[in-house]
Structures are given as structure tokens and as C-alpha cells.
């Protein structure tokens, strides 16, 4: 069973305006979340991440947000740019850290930015 | 250049073949990895290593085999593969203190005939 989802397996949206990831989680354990874009023929680049003790983290164009209570996390992207069409890939994981540490992936939304 | 460099890029080989996949990480890291894409699945982690000891075997078949020489350097030995473990493999380094952040190659497109 996943317990990492992304239930939309793209999103297509126009240049300046706002993209919306969503991501579910079932696992009370995770503490930890981090999105990863990646280009094709690229591998996976670490993009934003953020901690259960927030329920917001910003950079830049990229804004991250947490709800513990639904398990539910999003990236914002505005303004959307023709460059940030990729494959976003959530990931979770667990508070303590250490040589057993597992990321938890979801299968990922493929964003198109259309100029 | 994202710091871990696989190779090859692409490898077809067929069921009975013997091939290796290497990895190699230029960023002092202490942790490698190797991971699983395949085709509308999330990645899969299959083995990682700490300070060239292996710590994490996810149930993945003895058909794969891998191998760390050093903190830098990571193979993946594959032997008598079959057409359902076509896939990305992804080769992955992160700082010992912060094994969160991944820092990943460009994997390989592997095709098993």
C-alpha cells in the first residue's frame, strides 16, 4: 500500500499564474517532507523541504505547505515559469535520522508550464 | 553536474547477460544508494550503504548485487535479469549528518530482452 500519494499525474497550467501539488500521506511517522523536481533524462534535484514542527516553508517562487491533521502536504508555485515543467516527486520520512533513515517517494506529477 | 555520475546511461542486455552498473559521488558524502524507477511507480530504494557497509537490503532479489568499494564508489552487478526489471536505476549520495537530502545522479535506462 502507498504511503505516499500524488493522485494527479499531471497539471497543466499557464505561465504567471499559480501551480498547486498536492501530496497524502498515511504514515503517523512521517515528520519530514521534501518535494524533488526532475527534468527527463535527469536524475531527481532537491527542491524544498519542511519539518512537522512548521506548517509553511518558502524559497523563492516555492512555497510548501503542511496539514498534520489531514496528512496532507502542497507545493505552490507562482509565478509558474515555462522552466518548472518537470516531474515533482514528494517524499516523507520518518523524525530520527541515522544509517537505517528510508525516504518514502510518491509517483510523482508531471507539471507542463505553457508559455 | 549534480556532483554523482552514473554510468552507463542506457544498457540493453538480455536474460542471460552479466552487467554492472557504476556509480561514482564527488561530494564527500557518507551514504550511497541505489534506487528503483519504475514505469507510474514511485522510487523504489533497494540498498544503501554508510561508510562502505551495507545497511539497508529492501527484499531486493539476488539477482542484484551491489557492490562498495569506498565512500565514492558504488556498482550495481546485474545477472540473469528478466524483462520486468526494465526500469531507471538511480544512484544516490547524502551528507552522513543529514540523510534526508538526496543527491542523485542520472541513472541508468536499463532494457532486459
Known amino acids: 500500500d502507498q504511503q505516499v500519494k500524488q493522485n494527479s499525474p499531471s497539471l497543466s497550467v499557464q505561465e504567471g499564474r499559480i501551480s498547486i501539488l498536492n501530496c497524502d500521506y498515511t504514515n503517523s511517522m512521517f515528520d519530514y517532507f521534501l518535494w524533488y523536481k526532475k527534468y527527463p533524462a535527469e536524475g531527481p534535484t532537491f527542491l524544498i523541504s519542511i519539518s512537522s514542527i512548521k506548517d509553511k516553508n518558502e524559497d523563492g517562487r516555492f512555497t510548501v505547505f503542511l496539514n498534520k491533521s489531514a496528512k496532507h502536504l502542497s507545493l505552490h508555485i507562482v509565478p509558474s515559469q515555462p522552466g518548472d515543467s518537470a516531474v515533482y516527486f514528494c517524499?516523507?520520512?520518518?523524525?530520527?535520522?541515522?544509517?537505517?533513515?528510508?525516504?518514502?517517494f510518491g509517483k510523482g506529477t508531471l507539471l507542463t508550464v505553457n508559455p | 553536474e549534480t556532483g554523482v555520475t552514473q554510468t552507463p546511461r542506457h544498457l540493453v542486455m538480455g536474460m542471460t547477460n552479466k552487467k554492472s552498473l557504476k556509480c561514482e559521488q564527488h561530494l564527500g558524502h557518507n551514504a550511497m544508494y541505489w534506487y528503483k524507477q519504475s514505469a507510474k511507480k514511485p522510487l523504489e530504494l533497494m540498498f544503501v550503504y554508510n561508510f562502505k557497509e551495507q545497511t539497508e537490503n529492501n527484499s531486493v532479489p539476488s539477482r542484484f548485487s551491489p557492490e562498495c568499494p569506498n565512500s565514492s564508489h558504488l556498482f550495481l552487478h546485474l545477472h540473469t535479469l528478466q524483462p520486468e526489471d526494465s526500469a531507471l536505476y538511480l544512484c544516490?549520495?547524502?551528507?552522513?549528518?543529514?540523510?534526508?537530502?538526496?543527491?542523485f545522479g542520472s541513472g541508468t535506462q536499463l532494457s532486459v530482452l
Open positions: 517524499a516523507a520520512g520518518p523524525h530520527s535520522g541515522g544509517s537505517n533513515y528510508k525516504l518514502t
Open positions: 544516490a549520495s547524502s551528507p552522513g549528518q543529514n540523510p534526508r537530502k538526496l543527491f
